[in-house]
């Protein structure tokens, strides 16, 4: 009580103290990322000097990834309106210096003609009214929450960007073409060709253990080819995934609890506190409301053929009689127990034609009738139909609102077992060859007529509970338990022998980049990346993250900043390069003479043939791609013979056995328009990516995604 006292009498100063803690952590936090500047803390980045909005960004993140759908991750939506900003802001500053706009009475053309074929647009006569359009935008102004106006805004500026960018672009192009001289020299690189002789020794006949290359190399090599090498920050991670999977004795479990649905089975009613039978599968009489209760998934009340089921257990229960009990059985990862409800013989393919006469309300309409109408439409039409079939077809052309067939008479095929409206599906299967009816379903009334039935075979209708297979509490708590246990050991220890002790498999992840979010073979993990480049996040350090199937268990093993590649990570490219070139000197050195036959003898190799090798598609048969050798081979005179040319995949030496000159032209006009349209065609690509790699960007989407 005494403590309790003294700590009522101090409980202002604690109060303050408090306060004045949490104070200071936000405090450090602001200025960690900038201080107080509310502008740049809404500033996602700077390009050239102007702002690109957080908010803004935000917005079209969020927009992107719905148009992307299920599969548009935060990462890649945010990845694609980055390059669009990007390109927009680099664009626009261009417009500016050129003084390039779009407004006025261009403006109102271009909505013109990008509005001119949608109804809301257009007068009685269905042209394009400049009215029309004014009043939509009052409308729009007028709009309750202002997103309507908001949206065409966006859309004006959209056609206004699209404009200057057609007009810079096709100023671009306007300053490129191409020579007559331009057209003889690509008409020459494609026309002149040579035929040689040759005798590759590739670099794979010296084993990679006879040539060294040392780090000291590799790193000259990468300061020597800087551009190539250059690179962002990049973080490496060692992992330790624990899944969350369920056990035998869960599967065991799971097995027993479906067993138990089967017979009539006593349940507690804690609201009348007495034990009550309730039926199981074998004997409910309500299946589908049993499924329901009980099953992951619903009753599907519709036949199976044998090719419909699990080839596993297809054979098993297409034995069983009506009324018969197959499992618990496993299927993949879920747990079944199947009744089957129904055994009949039925087509598996059926042909039907029909005309669907449908309603306003009726699912997938767009029509403005009411149901009435629709009722009575359609019993006119099949009146005249039974009377005279010969015209169902031009009726169908008429009066169908099924899209997908009206124009082949209504016809289609389908099979008993497919997803159809079921009362169309059942008359189909349960009326003779030549019957028709008028048929209501969901999508509205049809004049059914039936074709032809094919394939007779037995059908089942099955029910199924079905339980997915999930990790018991148990099991969860003690793959949670090995995680917490390896986690502290591997701090304490050393990650990788700590994880090979326990018989855990670590997987290394080299060189992420900041603004990665996928982790190979995991999907998705951005916050296990944000924590790589994390400020306070050492080399070394540990951290356990849980995802949706269980655990992972990281360690940053390297950090590099941002700059040139580190040694380690260029020497998966840089290393076959070198060490290429060490083993073309060592093939040079044993080449002696310039006899083909003599160098293929002393190499073990063969005297190979090529033809019409042109400059234009640098490939020699039976070698691949070797630019330099088919330079080489330009080079010399017919008959004459190479010293040893380094190419890509080894050292060869060639015979040039004839050279063909193709004929001279009197007009290469069309050659160099061919050059000027290819080098017009890639002014979007090249332009777009000259003017980024030039911007100034200060980038700051690490700080908010």
Do not use: C
């Not at 201080?35 to 809404?42: C, E, H, I």
């Amino acid at each position: 009580m005494a403590i309790l006292n003294k700590i009522r009498q101090r409980s202002i100063f604690l109060i303050l103290i408090i306060a004045l803690a949490l104070f200071a952590f936000i405090a450090a936090d602001i200025f960690r990322s900038g201080g107080f500047d509310a502008a740049k803390q809404n500033t996602l980045a700077t390009v050239d000097g102007t702002d690109i909005s957080r908010e803004d960004f935000s917005r079209k993140v969020e927009s992107e990834q719905r148009r992307l759908g299920p599969g548009g991750t935060t990462m890649r939506a945010m990845n694609s309106v980055w390059e669009q900003e990007l390109s927009r802001v680099v664009l626009d500053n261009q417009f500016e210096k050129l003084g390039i706009t779009v407004e006025g009475e261009r403006l109102q053309e271009l909505l013109k003609d990008a509005l001119q074929d949608n109804p809301t647009f257009q007068d009685a006569d269905g042209f394009f009214s400049y009215g029309k359009m004014q009043e939509y935008i009052a409308q729009a102004k007028n709009s309750p929450d202002g997103t309507q106006y908001a949206a065409w805004l966006n859309f004006e500026k959209s056609i206004a960007q699209q404009e200057k960018e057609r007009i810079y672009y096709n100023l671009v192009k306007a300053g490129l073409g191409a020579t007559l001289k331009d057209g003889e020299i690509a008409y020459k690189l494609e026309g002149n060709t040579v035929d040689i002789q040759f005798v590759q020794i590739p670099y794979t006949s010296i084993d990679d253990s006879e040539v060294e290359v040392s780090k000291s190399e590799i790193e000259k090599y990468i300061n020597d080819h800087k551009e190539a090498y250059k690179t962002e920050a990049t973080r490496s991670i060692n992992y330790v995934k624990f899944d969350e999977k369920a056990t035998l004795e869960d599967e065991n479990a799971l097995k027993a609890e479906l067993a138990k649905l089967i017979e009539t089975r006593d349940v507690y009613n804690a609201a009348t506190k007495v034990d009550e039978k309730l039926p199981g599968l074998k004997n409910t009489e309500n299946v589908s409301e049993f499924i329901a209760e009980n099953s992951e998934t619903p009753y599907q009340d519709r036949f199976f053929f044998k090719k419909d089921l699990p080839a596993t257990f297809s054979e098993e229960i297409f034995k069983l009689e009506e009324g018969a009990i197959y499992g618990p059985y496993k299927d993949n990862n879920y747990m079944n127990v199947s009744r089957v409800m129904e055994v009949t013989q039925l087509p598996d393919s059926l042909q039907a034609r029909h005309i669907l006469i449908a309603y306003a309300g009726a699912q997938r309409s767009q029509a403005t009738r009411d149901k009435e109408a629709a009722e009575k439409l359609a019993d006119s039409i099949y009146k005249v139909a039974n009377r005279s079939k010969s015209k169902f077809s031009d009726l169908a052309a008429q009066f169908s609102a099924d899209l997908s067939n009206k124009d082949k008479g209504g016809e289609l095929w389908f099979s008993p077992t497919d997803n159809f409206a079921t009362p169309f599906r059942d008359f189909v299967v349960e009326n003779r060859k030549g019957s028709m009816e008028v048929v209501e379903t969901d999508f509205g009334y049809h004049i059914i007529d039936v074709l032809d039935k094919r394939n007779e075979q037995k059908a089942m209708k099955i029910a199924t509970v079905v339980k997915e297979i999930t990790p018991s509490d148990k099991t969860i708590s003690e793959i949670y338990n090995k995680t917490q246990k390896f986690e502290i050991a591997g701090s304490q220890g050393d990650f990788s022998e700590v994880a090979k002790e326990s018989g855990y498999t670590v997987r290394p992840v080299n060189s992420i980049q900041a603004l990665e979010e996928n982790i190979p073979g995991q999907g998705s993990q951005r916050s296990i990346v944000q924590w790589a480049f994390e400020e306070d996040t050492k080399v070394g350090d540990i951290k356990r993250f849980q995802v949706n199937d269980g655990y992972i268990v990281a360690q940053v093993s390297a950090a590099a900043p941002k700059g040139l590649m580190p040694v380690a990570t260029a020497s998966v490219t840089v290393t076959p390069l070198l060490r290429n070139k060490k083993k073309a000197e060592i093939i040079k050195s044993r080449i002696a003479g310039k006899d083909l036959a003599a160098v293929a003898s002393t190499e073990n190799q063969q005297v190979k043939t090529a033809s019409a090798l042109n400059m234009a598609n640098p490939t020699i048969s039976g070698a691949g791609r070797e630019p330099k050798v088919v330079g080489a081979a330009f080079g010399l005179s017919e008959g004459q013979t190479s010293g040893p040319i380094v190419g890509d995949r080894g050292v060869y030496v060639v015979k040039a056995t004839k050279v063909n000159e193709a004929k001279a032209l009197d007009n290469y006009t069309p050659f160099a328009k061919t050059q000027a349209t290819q080098a017009r065609s890639a002014v979007r690509t090249k332009v777009s990516a000259a003017l980024k790699k030039a911007a100034e960007v200060e980038d700051n989407r690490t700080n908010f995604y």
